[in-house]
Each structure stands twice: as structure tokens, then as C-alpha cells.
């Protein structure tokens, strides 16, 4: 049976805070304890937070980066998918995604969500974080409401949600 897969989404190493990097860890920790799999951006920041959560947890975890070369994956990424497509990689993170948590995060976070929602995929944003994740959470993208992003306090109930969501 195949297992879950969740993508930790939000901002990248230049703009994370300690807020989201503590938020990020914490996520990626609860995805390995639940048994499911790690999917993100594969950089720096929250992306890399999670992975290091992940695996400090015996979880999975897969980076899909923007770049040709595996070798810009952050180290704790187990498995490097080298698009080589730049941003167009958000697409790909979200569709490969059975659902998203969003931690902090600037606009590559929105088109990652924009995605999401067009395929009606659970949301989470983690309230406290910052960013896309404290603007967007608790609301729908627009007015065909095709799937609401849930807003949460903490990482635990982000996973929590996601597995709910699923059924």
C-alpha cells in the first residue's frame, strides 16, 4: 500500500524565521511518526527544517529542487528529484503531495497552495509562522471555495488534520 505523502511548504532560507524553522522541524518529525513521507522544495529554510525533523524521526524524505544538479539539495533530502525547471518545480511539489502544510512563506508558497487548491487537496497553514501561511490560513482562494486552507496552531495537529482530511 502506498503511504501518504505530505509536502512541507513555506519560505526558503533567506527569509525563515525561527518561528517557522522550529514549526518546520516539529512538522517533519510528526510526518515520520506517522508513517508518511516527507515531500518538499529540497532547499534551504523550512524545507530543510522538515527534512531534518524527518530524519531525525527514521522518516522519508524527498526533495524536489528547482536546479539540474542534485548537489543543491539540502543534506538531509534521502531522495533528489534534479528538475531543472526553476520555479515550475512548485507545480510538481504540490501535485506529487496527497496534502500540503504551509509554514511562513512567500509567494512560491501561494502558487504551491493556487495548485493544491485547483486539485482540491487537503491545506494546513500553521498560524504564528508568518507570511503566505498566517495570511492564507483559514480562508479559500476564491470565491468557487474548492477547498479551504485550514488554519492550525501547531505542527502536531497540521499532520493531524492532513490524515483526517484524507479520510
Known amino acids: 500500500m502506498r503511504r501518504v505523502q505530505i509536502a512541507v511548504i513555506g519560505y526558503n532560507k533567506d527569509r525563515c524565521t525561527d518561528a517557522a524553522r522550529k514549526a518546520a522541524y516539529e512538522a517533519g518529525a ?9 515531500v518538499c522544495g529540497g532547499l534551504g529554510g523550512v524545507m530543510e527544517e522538515a527534512c531534518r525533523g524527518a530524519k531525525d524521526n527514521d522518516g522519508l524524505t524527498i526533495g524536489i529542487i528547482p536546479q539540474d544538479d542534485p ?3 539540502n543534506r538531509h533530502c534521502d531522495v533528489v528529484i534534479s528538475t531543472g525547471i526553476g520555479y515550475a518545480r512548485d507545480f510538481i511539489v504540490a501535485g506529487s503531495a496527497d496534502g500540503l502544510i504551509a509554514i511562513g512563506g512567500g509567494v512560491g508558497t501561494l502558487t504551491e497552495l493556487s495548485v493544491a487548491y485547483m486539485m482540491k487537496k487537503p491545506m494546513v497553514a500553521i498560524k504564528g509562522t ?22 492550525v496552531k501547531d505542527a502536531k495537529t497540521a499532520v493531524k488534520t492532513i490524515f483526517k482530511e484524507l479520510g
Open 130 to 151: 508568518g507570511g503566505t501561511a498566517d495570511h492564507y490560513g483559514g480562508v479559500y482562494l476564491d470565491e468557487r471555495k474548492r477547498a479551504k486552507i485550514i488554519a
Open 30 to 38: 510528526e510526518i515520520a511518526r506517522a508513517g508518511a513521507v516527507l
Open 71 to 73: 548537489s543543491h539539495a
